[in-house]
């Protein structure tokens, strides 16, 4: 089954659900940053919560999610938009944590201190910025935290990322519910109550049933229409021009001494670890800038 996100909503526009299957964005992804199993799992969670928030958003608007915890991972970014491209890195791709309980301990490699923050780019004159505690760091239920009270659209989060006896990514998705105004507590109760019932989206995925499929059975005999149905790829816009831009952020001095190295400077993009690379007189062209 090809990654893609399916986003319905109910017949009376009160009630909103996202699906995705994200295997292959995960796989990918990990592989570029090179995570060990906790890590992965970590890092595929906020991928594909990135994915399923990404299906909010329309025509050009952009939004990143960063999760910075006190624990070995250190930060995990996740940029997304309207179209389903999707790119991530890791600051310590290695997290060197036992499971505990079986259970990867995404939570103890994330830290359970620190926040979210995300960034959406809808726009308009400046970016739209919010921040929240950390509530489990397991993630999903940080995100729901987020789009509860920082958004004010109770929602429900649920992402699973599940690895196979080698340790590669054998499945990963996500579904994503919400009550939007003004609100019907007593059937957001009622999928509340389903979603918790449902076997985890990963065992789902491995049955055979599709996005639009698990909606169906957790939405049942609710009324709804499909509003969308987005691909998922991997994507990283950076190009040439971008790096040379961070370079000149660097300053003055800082470009001096690597213009003093005598040989060209490397610069390796985190997020695709693609490598530009920048000749003496090219830095020192940037200096005189
Ligand atoms: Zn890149």
Redesign the pocket.
């Known amino acids: 089954m090809q990654d893609h996100m399916v986003r319905i909503v109910s017949s009376d526009g009160l009630l909103r659900g996202v699906a995705a299957v994200t295997t292959d964005l995960v796989k990918e992804i990990c592989q570029k940053q090179q995570t060990d199993l906790t890590a992965t799992v970590a890092l595929g969670r906020l991928l594909t919560g990135g994915a399923l928030l990404g299906c909010l958003l329309k025509g050009q608007q952009r939004l990143a999610l960063v999760v910075e915890g006190n624990g070995p991972l250190g930060k995990l970014s996740v940029e997304t938009d309207a179209d389903g491209r999707v790119?991530g890195s890791i600051r310590n791709p290695v997290a060197g944590l036992p499971p505990k309980a079986d259970r990867f301990d995404v939570a103890g490699a994330v830290g359970r201190a620190g926040f979210l923050h995300v960034w959406k780019d809808l726009g308009l004159k400046a970016p739209y910025q919010s921040m929240v505690q950390l509530q489990s760091s397991e993630i999903a239920e940080d995100l729901a935290w987020y789009l509860t009270s920082s958004e004010q659209i109770p929602s429900s989060v649920s992402l699973g990322v599940e690895l196979d006896s080698a340790g590669q990514v054998a499945a990963a998705g996500g579904l994503l519910i919400q009550a939007l105004p003004p609100g019907d507590e007593q059937r957001v109760d009622l999928l509340v109550e389903r979603l918790q019932q449902l076997p985890p989206v990963t065992s789902l995925l491995r049955q055979g049933l599709d996005p639009a499929g698990i909606l169906a059975q957790l939405f049942n005999e609710l009324d709804f229409r499909v509003q969308a149905e987005v691909p998922l790829s991997f994507y990283?816009p950076?190009d040439r021009q971008q790096i040379q831009q961070m370079l000149v952020g660097l300053g003055v001095a800082e470009l001096q001494s690597l213009a003093d190295e005598q040989q060209p400077a490397e610069v390796t993009?985190e997020?695709?670890?693609?490598q530009y690379h920048f000749s003496q007189q090219e830095l020192l062209a940037l200096i005189n800038k």
Do not use: D, E, T
């Open positions: 790119r990283c950076c993009c997020y695709c670890r693609s």
